[in-house]
């Protein structure tokens, strides 16, 4: 490893692949989506007007094009109720009419319906869950109103324009799945690298693995204290105020706890002037502290309740979240920040080298 730091390509790289995820993660807009509608409960027989509210739709500027319907699957059977008309307020506001059947088909009624919207610029994007149409008990009052089951036609799903997913809660806070995951991908990968360097030393006794593994959890640090700050920020904007849950997720509580262990790693280092001995003792800890690390932040948050995704039955982000215009950007930005961490590395490695020989 120590031959292969002195390479350039792969500093070349690591910096052109961060250059990458920095620019696309910043720049890509996010895709359209429906933050509102209301009203969100009806009743059949009635006319409705549902008033939409996108986020960066292009409801006039694709007005033609664009089509609104409420959509309820039960087994074998899948109601679609089309809007009647529709008018565009705005680019990010839409007004749907509908006139709801009555009685409603026995598997639909008093079901909640989605509200999907489609058009040529912005593909298809739904409010799922968000329509309760309820049986209309005042007969007097309502109409028979006949059954349209309509037929949906949708020739294109996705948007015309390159976009990260939307998603509720998250808006434009999804971006930061490029920058702060990457940061303890990198943390893990040094400590891991820190790691098979203490077995080495206790092995070989060569002090140039002691310097490896010792600058290896310097650099991981600054990763995890990046990565725990980026996850802070995330966390006060999607979950609330950092005091509701900083102190109660596993997870959150796992990286706070694996960051003073590493802290620690150094006051112990400090603590002892002889140097095979601050090196024999320093290795034993980090051997040990690298898989309480692993146990703290990948094992107990999976077998415990977390507001990570992947955590406590949540499922995980490449289930739900992480598309194909996410994955490009975020693999790129993972194997990026590795690099520089490496990078970094090496420089404080030269650093060491330099000092001790001078020393002597």
């Known amino acids: 490893m120590l031959r292969q730091m002195n390479k350039l390509w792969w500093k070349l790289l690591g910096a052109v692949l961060v250059l990458f995820s920095l620019s696309a993660g910043l720049l890509l807009p996010t895709g359209p989506g429906i933050v509102s509608a209301l009203p969100s409960v009806a009743f059949s027989g009635n006319q409705i007007a549902l008033d939409i509210t996108g986020y960066n739709t292009h ?69 799922l869950n968000h329509l309760t149409i309820r049986a209309n008990e005042n007969d007097s009052l309502t109409r028979n109103v006949p059954v349209d089951n309509c037929q949906v036609e949708v020739s294109n799903n996705d948007p015309a324009y390159l976009s990260l997913p939307y998603r509720i809660v998250l808006y434009e806070t999804i971006r930061n799945l490029f920058f702060h995951v990457p940061m303890w991908f990198v943390m893990t990968v040094l400590l891991l690298f820190s790691f098979v360097y203490s077995i ?23 990763f995890g204290i990046l990565g725990f700050a980026t996850g802070s920020l995330w966390g006060h904007y999607t979950w609330g105020n950092l005091g509701d849950w900083l102190l109660r997720d596993t997870k959150v509580l796992g990286a706070l706890i694996a960051l003073l262990m590493y802290l620690a790693y150094f006051v112990l280092r400090g603590s002892l002037q002889e140097e095979e001995k601050r090196a024999r003792i320093g290795a034993v800890y980090n051997i040990f502290a690298f898989v309480l690390f692993i146990v703290f932040i990948y094992v107990l948050p999976r077998m415990t309740e977390s ?26 930005a993972v194997v990026g920040w590795i690099l520089m961490g490496l990078w970094i590395t090496s420089i404080r490695t030269r650093m060491r080298y330099i000092d001790a020989r001078l020393k002597e």
């Not at 409801?59 to 899948?78: E, I, N």
């Not at 080495?200 to 600054?222: I, P, S, W």
């Not at 507001?307 to 790129?332: C, E, K, Q, T």
């Open 307 to 332: 507001l990570h995704p992947g955590s406590g039955g949540n499922p995980a982000f490449n289930i739900y979240d992480v598309d194909d215009n996410m994955r490009w950007i975020f693999y790129p």
């Open 200 to 222: 080495y030393f206790l092995r070989k006794g060569a002090f140039k693995h002691d310097f490896l593994a010792a600058e290896l959890v310097n650099v991981a640090l600054l």
């Open 59 to 127: 409801f006039v500027s694709a007005d033609a094009s664009t089509q609104v319907w409420l959509r309820h699957q039960a087994p074998g059977d899948t109601l679609y109720l089309c809007a009647q008309s529709l008018h565009a307020e705005g680019q990010d506001h839409l007004v749907a009419h509908f006139a709801l059947p009555h009685p409603m088909p026995e598997n639909h009624a008093n079901k909640v319906f989605d509200l999907v919207v489609n058009n040529s610029t912005d593909g298809t994007f739904a409010l």
